[in-house]
């Protein structure tokens, strides 16, 4: 059993920036991962962005690419997500998740998840 928890989240203004946190309790192989998905209420899972313990890799979807950043601490099992120049569509509950993906964007490829921050952005 994993426990994931991430924290960060709040109401802001449209151009403010956040950072959301996000802590896993253990990794065991290497192929260990973590990343962020983002849901609105009504809606589909959405991958945001994703790092890889092993090489450090780091993937954002396309909307996320310029503004968020990916980091992790590799000996600690954390990630955080900075976001910039946030948008009112940047408005959603924001999820870690972690675990050993194959493919690291797909939801279905993590077994564990925290229970989500949730981003609100005013414009």
């Known amino acids: 059993q994993v426990h994931v928890a991430e924290s960060g989240g709040g109401l802001v203004q449209a151009g403010d920036s956040l950072t959301l946190s996000c802590t896993a309790s253990?990794?065991?192989?290497?192929?260990?991962?973590m990343a962020w998905f983002r849901q609105a209420p009504g809606k589909d899972r959405e991958f945001v962005a994703a790092?890889?313990?092993?090489?450090?890799?780091?993937f954002y979807a396309d909307f996320a690419k310029g503004r968020f950043t990916i980091k992790n601490d590799y000996a600690k099992n954390m990630v955080s997500l900075e976001i910039a120049s946030l948008k009112p569509e940047d408005t959603d509950l924001y999820a870690c998740?972690?675990?050993?993906?194959?493919?690291?964007?797909?939801?279905?490829?993590?077994?564990?998840w925290g229970q989500g921050t949730q981003v609100t952005v005013s414009s």
């Open positions: 998740a972690a675990g050993y993906p194959g493919n690291i964007m797909i939801s279905g490829e993590y077994n564990y």
């Open positions: 253990k990794r065991t192989f290497r192929t260990f991962a």
């Open positions: 790092v890889r313990w092993d090489g450090g890799a780091r």
